[in-house]
């Protein structure tokens, strides 16, 4: 079985530059989360998505991230502009519904903002 | 709000030490408990999980207690290996929060041989 796949591994951009992400989960889970993973910490979700509806996009900043899943199948999580505290890791997660317990993780895109 | 607190890393041991990586929680509602590895260059895998109270999960020779009492979740391993060096992090999700992870910073675990 295929697992969660993402693109590109690796970005680096200047200040104020837009970039996105592209995640595609495991064929046939329902939900898909991302998250951003600073360097020394531990992941923190930005955004749940259940088909193709949010569920939870409480702490996405709003003002420059966004993300959407139209066909409730892959995702593209795009920041526009980028400030140097967004170097992080994206990692991209599914789980097969929202009750599924156990999320798998993509290998993630890391992002570096100069 | 819910939260993990794990022991703050490095930690660095040779080779066939025992590990225990301490965890402790807070959740708003029943959590289930989570430890997730990440090996260097690598994706977060999911290495065991618990998701009731006194359940132990156990994987490649790792084991963790669904401790309700002392809401902690610790890491144990009898015999740990140069392979065994990443990061581990102690996760929770909560059914009425989306089933969304909470983290905690994460453990860097070193073994030298």
């Known amino acids: 079985e295929a697992g969660v796949a993402q693109s590109p591994r690796y970005k680096i951009i200047e200040k104020r530059q837009s970039v996105a992400f592209w995640c595609n989960p495991i064929?046939?889970?329902?939900?898909l989360y991302w998250y951003q993973q600073i360097l020394g910490q531990g992941p923190k979700l930005l955004i749940q998505f259940q088909n193709n509806g949010v569920v939870d996009d409480s702490q996405l900043p709003k003002d420059r991230f966004s993300a959407e899943r139209l066909k409730g199948v892959d995702s593209t999580l795009k920041i526009q502009p980028a400030k140097l505290e967004d170097s992080a890791v994206y990692l991209c997660a599914s789980s097969l519904e929202r009750g599924g317990k156990t999320q798998y993780f993509g290998p993630g895109t890391r992002l570096l903002v100069l | 709000g819910d939260s993990v607190t794990q022991m703050e890393g490095p930690v660095t041991l040779s080779e066939e030490a025992f590990l225990t990586i301490n965890c402790t929680y807070t959740?708003?509602?029943?959590?289930?408990l989570f430890w997730y590895v990440q090996y260097p260059g690598e994706g977060l895998q999911l290495l065991l999980k618990a998701t009731k109270a006194d359940d132990k999960g156990s994987n490649k020779g790792f084991e963790a207690t669904y401790r309700k009492e002392t809401t902690s979740f610790h890491l144990e391993k009898g015999s740990v290996q140069v392979s065994d060096s990443a990061v581990y992090f102690c996760a929770l999700s909560v059914n009425n929060a989306g089933n969304m992870l909470t983290f905690g910073g994460g453990t860097r675990l070193m073994v030298k041989p």
């Open positions: 064929s046939g889970h329902a939900t």
């Open positions: 959740a708003t509602g029943y959590p289930s």
